[in-house]
């Protein structure tokens, strides 16, 4: 999953230079951002220009930082946690390669990760991945990986509620799609757990551990999202930096 994101955000987005990926526009900040006091619902169109931190109680998700490298590793290393996944950058070395390309891929608008902050701990020991279908964002795409020690412990779904608010609240987005492999029994209950809808199989979509496997389609509509879970402004704390 980690890897095919290069691939899956490298395609020629409307108001990307072609040549090297970056904004054609001027880089300046998204005028007023600093006095933001918080996420709201009112999409900033400049979003890449943020660096948002999101919390909720204890949980906090942060961009990824180099000093991340270590503990991601042994998350992603873990066989567990790569059962369903492609290949993820082995060492501290590439890991630290993958979170440049993170803010590359951020401030040239067509990605976000955040790094899953667990309490007690200022070292990331997951991700959640956000990324356009859509140019504009209005469809976009989630992927998710957390350390087995922390599976079953309400970090994925504090962590989760915290990026799906975001999404839905700040970016706008309007469909967002998740996909697991069909026997990822957990990866599925969990996106169920959320409020997901499976749509279908994709057949054989995805290699993972040298095998195509089939993908279950799931989404949540910002319609359905905001019915159960009302406004999503004032529900997502953060701070732009
Ligand atoms: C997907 C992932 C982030 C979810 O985090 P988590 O902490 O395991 O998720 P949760 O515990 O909140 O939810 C999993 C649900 O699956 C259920 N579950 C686990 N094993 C199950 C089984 N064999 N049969 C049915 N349900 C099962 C759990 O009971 C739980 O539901 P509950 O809270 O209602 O009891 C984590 O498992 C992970 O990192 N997996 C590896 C990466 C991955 O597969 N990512 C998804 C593809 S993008």
């Known amino acids: 999953m980690l890897s095919d994101l290069h691939e899956t955000t490298t395609g020629t987005f409307t108001g990307l230079d072609p040549e090297d990926g970056t904004r054609r526009q001027s880089d300046r900040r998204l005028a007023g951002a600093d006095r933001l006091p918080r996420f709201s619902s009112q999409p900033p169109l400049e979003w890449w220009h943020l660096q948002p931190e999101l919390a909720s109680g204890p949980v906090r998700l942060r961009e990824l930082r180099l000093s991340d490298a270590p503990s991601l590793t042994e998350t992603l290393g873990c066989p567990k946690v790569a059962e369903y996944l492609s290949p993820a950058p082995a060492s501290v070395a590439e890991i630290e390669e993958f979170i440049a390309w993170t803010h590359f891929a951020h401030k040239a608008g067509r990605y976000i990760c955040f790094g899953v902050i667990p309490p007690g701990s200022d070292a990331a020991v997951g991700v959640f991945q956000l990324w356009p279908i859509e140019p504009s964002f209005r469809t976009a795409e989630w992927g998710f990986a957390i350390a087995h020690r922390f599976?079953?412990?309400?970090?994925?779904?504090?962590?989760?509620r915290l990026v799906t608010a975001f999404a839905f609240g700040t970016l706008g987005v309007l469909r967002l799609e998740a996909r697991a492999a069909v026997d990822n029994v957990r990866g599925n209950a969990a996106l169920e757990k959320l409020g997901a809808v499976p749509e279908g199989v994709l057949r054989k979509?995805?290699?993972?551990?040298g095998e195509y496997r089939d993908h279950m389609m799931w989404s949540i509509l910002a319609e359905d999202w905001r019915a159960a879970h009302g406004d999503v402004a004032g529900q997502v704390t953060g701070q732009v930096v």
């Open 151 to 160: 599976w079953g412990t309400g970090l994925f779904e504090a962590g989760a």
């Open 205 to 209: 979509c995805f290699l993972a551990n």
